[in-house]
Nanobody
Framework: EAQLVESGGGSVQAGGSLRLSCVASGFRFEDFAIAWFRQAPGKGREAVSSISSVGGSTFYANSVKGRFTISRDNAKRTVYLQMNSLKPEDTAVYYC????????????????WGQGTQVTVSS
């Protein structure tokens, strides 16, 4: 059974940092691009960042460019999202998702999803 498990969320003050992890199991991890999406209360799911299957290509939403960094370790079947200079508007549930063919910004084109991890940034 394919599974993605996120961890690393929490509560921080504005300007702080968090590192999210997404551990995969049950599918050929090295064949899938992995993306991070987030959803704030009352809002739609927003693409934050993604990384290609071998890590050579990355995508960042304009709102996080220069502050967030995505990376992956295929040997550990893990994708990381390093989040620096966090802002209150980054508060959301963060999900990782996997796709073997879809576009980074399209949640409907991702096959596997994690359960999400809450990130709360206070001012």
């Amino acid at each position: 059974e394919a599974q993605l498990v996120e961890s690393g969320g929490g509560s921080v003050q504005a300007g702080g940092s968090l590192r999210l992890s997404c551990v995969a199991s049950g599918f050929r991890f090295e064949d899938f691009a992995i993306a991070w999406f987030r959803q704030a209360p009352g809002k739609g799911r927003e693409a934050v960042s993604s990384i290609s299957s071998v890590g050579g290509s990355t995508f960042y939403a304009n709102s996080v460019k220069g502050r967030f960094t995505i990376s992956r370790d295929n040997a550990k079947r893990t994708v990381y999202l390093q989040m620096n200079s966090l802002k209150p508007e980054d508060t959301a549930v963060y999900y990782c998702a996997a796709t073997s063919w879809g576009r980074p910004s399209r949640p409907e084109e991702h096959k596997y999803w994690g359960q999400g991890t809450q990130v709360t940034v206070s001012s």
